[in-house]
């Protein structure tokens, strides 16, 4: 059983030479893909240095700033070539602590899905502010009641998927970025019947570099819920089927 865990970077050379390892000595099983959009600040070379020292280490560079979501397809379907089992979605900024992995990898003996829960058990956020706070968690309200997920973290990035679920989801589909792209992907794998589980994490403020998150990311989010939900109600009426895809990608290293 091969597991793959995709980080995609952009400017966290800082973080990046410290989390990898760290990743890696969760499961001899784990490879990490780093997904770099063109950092100027010279992650991918810090990368590339850790990749020639272990072979569990693999680059995709690309060529320019794409996002969130982007980044994240490119990885899955690297994930898939490469015939990973298992692939986990993280940040690079430790937000997502890597000792958090076991659980992920337990649950998903029995789930397609499995979501690392900051609200599973309460609220287990450190260090982020009531604002930041009150708009995540609100999000997943609000997008609870309009798609009928039933998942106590919407828009939590970390996250563990079954090999069968991302075969399954056609990732041409999946347009957004950001928050609506996690919530996309729950949704579409709630679309398909898959079993959907979820572990209580400690999200913890990231440790250096600047947050990705800006207004145009949540607005996004707020439009995305009515599309996946009006869309999905579209497909069921009149019956449209779904592409494949065809597109090869290979890791740098």
């Known amino acids: 059983m091969k597991i793959l865990v995709v980080i995609p970077t952009y400017n966290e050379r800082d973080n990046i030479c410290r989390i990898i390892p760290e990743v890696l000595a969760q ?9 770099d959009d ?5 992650t991918a070379a810090v990368v590339e240095k850790l990749a ?3 072979k569990r280490v693999l680059l995709l560079r690309r060529a320019a700033k794409l996002g ?5 397809r490119d990885g899955f379907r690297i994930a898939l070539q490469e015939g990973a089992s298992y692939i986990v979605e993280m940040d ?3 937000s997502h602590d890597p000792k958090s992995l076991p659980s992920l990898l337990k649950e998903a003996e029995t789930c397609d899905l499995v979501i690392g829960s900051r609200y599973k058990n309460g609220v287990s956020v450190v260090n982020w502010p009531i604002r930041r706070l009150l708009l995540s968690y609100c999000a997943t309200i609000y997008t609870r009641l309009i798609t009928g997920l039933k998942v106590s973290d919407c828009t939590s990035g970390y996250k563990c998927f079954r090999r069968e679920a991302l075969e399954t ?7 957004s970025d950001g928050y609506s792209f996690q919530i996309e992907m729950n949704y579409r794998c709630m679309e398909k019947g898959f079993r959907i589980g979820e572990v209580p994490i400690i999200f913890i403020d990231r440790h250096a570099g600047t947050s990705k998150m800006s207004k145009k990311i949540v607005r996004e989010a707020v439009v995305m819920v ?9 497909s069921r009426l009149f019956c449209f089927g779904a592409g494949s895809d065809k597109r090869n990608l290979r890791p740098v290293l």
């Open 92 to 94: 690079a900024d430790f």
């Open 27 to 35: 499961d001899p099983r784990i490879s990490v893909l780093v997904v």
């Open 169 to 175: 989801i056609d990732l041409d589909r999946v347009r």
């Open 52 to 54: 020639q020292a272990d």
């Open 38 to 42: 063109n950092s100027p600040d010279g």
């Open 226 to 234: 009515w599309k996946l939900r009006i869309g999905s109600l579209l």
């Open 68 to 72: 969130l979501g982007s980044a994240y």
